[in-house]
């Protein structure tokens, strides 16, 4: 056996060692019954032209205030808010403003905005901006908020659905052609301001892992992978990125097929999930990435991240750790950007 299959088969065993002892996440990979989910697919499909992006807007604008770093900060800060952005209210505040950069979508990609130093690309509108009628965390997330109303009315032509419809058809594509054609529809939704692939995932992945009447897109939703910081640490610290000789820094490298993604799409091609859930589809990129991250995340098994396990000290509770699966690197933090909290110090 090669050095390179040797590796595979070590990599394949960590991450089948890691979904064995927490099968109690099976039941939150899907959710085609959250009636939030339903509720908003309703709309978007037999809804009335103008009110077609009503709830949608406020979910995907709900997944992408995980931007720009502080996320639980940024969703406390939103809570306690008393006008908060809504469809109608952006389109109200976007009609009657005067400022060119508020034209179009394309436009308000140089709005140039900053909350802190009150600056932005048309300084003689700026005290009719409308932008700080709604107090977000961080001017970026203000700009988030006025890009994504812009993207569902001049992109998607207020018609969320009929977008989705002319990338994908009707779903039922080859894998092949379903990660050609997400990587294009990723890229697309990434034009929002200060929206990235992983929070592009995450947030179209409750929508595409469904079912509903007219909309079936699990098999699009199946692949959608999100790479956050504690998915790439994992996979760097156990070695499964160095046994691939693609270890890299966590950034944009981790959404490409020479990064995580692709280590996980390999990883996904070579694990049958109905091992673990008769149930389950045999190809799952989207639950291999799921139960990286549950392993790793507070919010999860909170076994694998810089909390639990300390710099020469591993986790005593980790299966990996018990078993020597491990190969306890140290973690990769980029280079001038924030590091998260629960990553390891």
Known sequence: MTHQKQASKRSIEIVKQIIKAHQ???????????????AILQQMIHGKPNHKSVMLYQYLLGCFLFAGGGDQSNLGYYAKQRVKPTLN?????????????????????????????????????????PL???????????????????????????????????????????AGAINERLHDFIKKVTTIANVGPKLAHMALSSLFLTRYPGWDYRQVGLHMIAVDSLVHNFLHRTGILDSYQLD?????????????????????????????????????????????????????ENICNGNKCKSGKPNSACILHQQRLCNQLPPQKPANQPVDPYLFP
Not at 25 to 38: G, R
Not at 95 to 114: H, V
Not at 256 to 269: F, N, R
């Open 24 to 38: 109690r996440l099976f039941d939150d990979v899907f959710v085609e019954d959250a009636h939030e989910i339903q």
């Open 89 to 129: 209210r952006v389109k109200r505040v976007v009609t009657a403003a005067q400022c060119p950069k508020l034209a179009t979508f394309e436009a308000f990609k140089s709005c140039g905005y900053q909350k802190t130093t009150q600056k932005c690309n048309e300084p003689a509108f700026l005290g009719t901006c």
């Open 132 to 174: 700080p009628t709604f107090d977000m965390k961080r001017g970026s997330l203000n700009h988030m908020a006025f890009s994504l109303f812009f993207f569902l009315r001049d992109v998607c032509r207020r018609d969320f659905y009929a977008y989705v419809m002319q990338h994908f058809g009707e779903g039922q594509l080859p």
């Open 248 to 300: 890299h820094a966590y950034g944009p490298r981790c959404h490409t097929e020479k990064g995580c993604l692709g280590v996980i799409q390999d990883l996904a091609s070579r694990i049958d999930c109905r091992e673990f859930n008769p149930n389950l589809p045999a190809h799952f990129p989207r639950f291999i990435q799921y139960h990286i991250w549950a392993y790793c995340a507070k919010d999860g």
